[in-house]
């Protein structure tokens, strides 16, 4: 995103942000369409060599509107969520190029991933270019943590009449995500108990490190490993198909000092390459790392007061942290002349209250813009406005949800079953 100080006004792009904010209030997330697309076509660039299904990671941005324009690009998309499975198919997404996975799947969210007839979505007649969910397909690629986990998809699997690919997510100590995920033996048995079965094709394995991926290092451990781990199943006569290496990329648009796109591709063909050459399917799963190059979150100082000396400041939101330190450049707007003002703010962890300590002295009802703060904001403030800019214009892609469409459904009389 272009942020830039004209004749001492804050700007994104073209679009003055104290205007902005005064007309749609914060908590505001801002969305730049280029700056997101130009990041993906960096990752598409650098991982060619590879030739890479680039899959956006949609928790990281879950909006349709978002999620429709990178479709149209090219990108595949990692969804973590029934709902999230439902807006990959509202934008157009391929399932084919759809990757599920994580935890809490319940056995309607994965029959409607194997067969759109089980879509919510189905049930209320929605159509996409004239057609409904039932002729969407299942998804792609399966990602499944335990054996347990395994045997439910292939129960559900052969109920729908479809055989499904898995990729076996594997346990690595180098990740940030190590409570669940299959050590490499427990892979290797999970594999020889399901190769036969007609309910599954386990095509692979993928792994996801988390912020532990902003280092390099981890990120070549975590490629050398799944490397190792994929010969020694091919070794056992178990094909792979593809490889996914997940998420956890870091953003040097954010911060310079870290590790670029061409980065990470340089790292994963010391050790993919020859994958590659053999006819497998490699995956990437950035989202933190696109939507950060391209969003800002803006929020509103609330009140302030001094703790042994330093200013602090409560805010009406805060951005996710996004690596393994807390120090955030922002920009503090201030309302009674509109000029920007550059510091450091470092804020603490307490969701629920949210409060900054700046190297700046804030007033109230002042400004406070956080470069990159649109990445996970719909999880971190669910009550922002989002906007796009895009072609010199400000779409508003979410409103900003009213109490009485929140407190609605609550305040409506329900039958007591029991």
Request: proline share 6%; glycine share 10%.
């Amino acid at each position: 995103m272009d942020l830039c100080e004209r004749d001492g006004f804050l700007y994104a792009g073209p679009v003055r942000i104290a205007d902005l904010v005064e007309r749609l209030g914060t908590p505001l997330v801002i969305f730049d369409s280029e700056a997101i697309i130009e990041r993906f076509y960096q990752f598409v660039e650098a991982f060619s060599s590879l030739r890479a299904m680039i899959c956006f990671a949609t928790e990281s941005c879950p909006n349709a509107h978002i999620l429709h324009r990178l479709v149209k690009r090219g990108a595949a998309l990692r969804v973590r969520s029934a709902i999230n499975l439902e807006r990959a198919w509202l934008c157009g997404a391929p399932m084919g190029r759809v990757v599920y996975s994580g935890l809490g799947k319940t056995d309607m969210d994965i029959r409607a991933a194997l067969d759109g007839l089980y879509s919510p979505l189905f049930q209320a007649g929605r159509l996409v270019e004239g057609k409904p969910p039932y002729y969407r397909g299942p998804v792609g690629y399966f990602s499944v943590e335990t054996g347990a986990e395994l045997e439910r998809l292939a129960r559900l699997a052969g109920g729908v009449r479809i055989k499904c690919r898995v990729l076996v997510h594997v346990s690595l100590d180098c990740s940030q995500e190590r409570a669940f995920g299959a050590g490499p033996d427990e892979t290797i048995q999970l594999f020889e108990s399901y190769a036969s079965d007609p309910r599954l094709h386990i095509a692979g394995l993928r792994v996801h490190l988390g912020n532990a991926g902003f280092l390099l290092e981890n990120m070549s451990t975590a490629a050398a490993r799944v490397s190792s781990l994929a010969e020694r199943l091919t070794d056992r006569g178990f094909p792979i198909e593809a490889i996914d290496m997940g998420g956890g990329f870091a953003c040097d648009w954010f911060d310079p000092s870290a590790a670029s796109p061409g980065d990470y591709a340089r790292t994963f063909e010391e050790h993919l390459l020859p994958w590659v050459e053999r006819g497998v399917k490699i995956i990437a799963e950035p989202g933190w790392s696109i939507i950060a190059a391209g969003s800002a979150l803006v929020s509103r100082v609330l009140a302030t007061r001094e703790l042994d000396g330093q200013p602090i400041a409560a805010v009406d939101a805060v951005p996710s942290e996004p690596g393994q330190d807390t120090d955030r450049k922002a920009r503090l707007v201030r309302t009674r002349d509109r000029h920007a003002h550059t510091g450091t703010i470092i804020f603490d962890a307490d969701i629920e209250r949210p409060g900054v300590h700046t190297s700046l002295e804030c007033q109230l009802d002042d400004f406070i813009l956080w470069p990159g703060g649109g990445a996970y904001a719909r999880r971190d403030c669910p009550h922002a406005c989002e906007v796009l800019l895009e072609n010199g214009k400000v779409l508003v892609i979410r409103p900003r949800p009213a109490a009485s469409e929140v407190l609605g459904p609550e305040l409506e009389s329900h039958e007591v079953l029991l």
